[in-house]
């Protein structure tokens, strides 16, 4: 089994969890639930969000879901937020997309905003900071330890 820095903080702070290994291709959310046989809604995606300020903020919205970026603006008190392009995303976490985590991330001084659906669930499905490392724990833990906002910072998908 894959054991990364996210993995043994999860183990080494006692925090019930179960990781779940996946193609490590790049894989969307739809796809990542379809693997792991739970709803889409249930597997949150992390999506990196630049504030005018140049500072970033990790937004984790349900993966039938995209991330709503008026109301981050609004939630940060900030005029305009946007997405980074994906290889900045790369540049600014040394993530990949597709592998991006806010528990990979902890202690790098990112504000992680949780959308508000993550409490419907016992337990919701997060990136382990790697393509293809699938981690499930309860919404409360990551919340805890990311020191993470709550809010609601998604919407509907946008048909393509």
């Not at 597997?43 to 709503?68: C, H, M, Y």
């Not at 997060?126 to 499930?136: D, Y």
């Amino acid at each position: 089994m894959v054991k990364n820095n996210v993995v043994r903080l999860l183990e080494n702070r006692k925090i019930p969890h179960t990781v779940f290994e996946l193609p490590a291709e790049k894989l969307g959310a739809r796809e990542t639930a379809a693997l792991l046989g739970v709803p889409p809604s249930q597997v949150f995606k992390t999506i990196v969000v630049q504030r005018a300020s140049s500072r970033v903020v990790l937004v984790v919205v349900p993966g039938d879901r995209e991330v709503d970026l008026k109301a981050v603006a609004a939630f940060l008190g900030e005029k305009k937020v946007h997405l980074p392009s994906e290889r900045e995303a790369k540049a600014i976490t040394q993530l990949q997309a597709g592998g991006i985590s806010p528990l990979a991330l902890l202690n790098k001084g990112f504000l992680v905003i949780v959308d508000r659906r993550a409490l419907d669930w016992e337990s919701i499905h997060i990136s382990g900071g790697q393509r293809g490392l699938n981690i499930r724990l309860a919404p409360q833990d990551l919340i805890a330890l990311c020191q993470a906002k709550v809010a609601d910072v998604s919407r509907e998908e946008h048909s393509p």
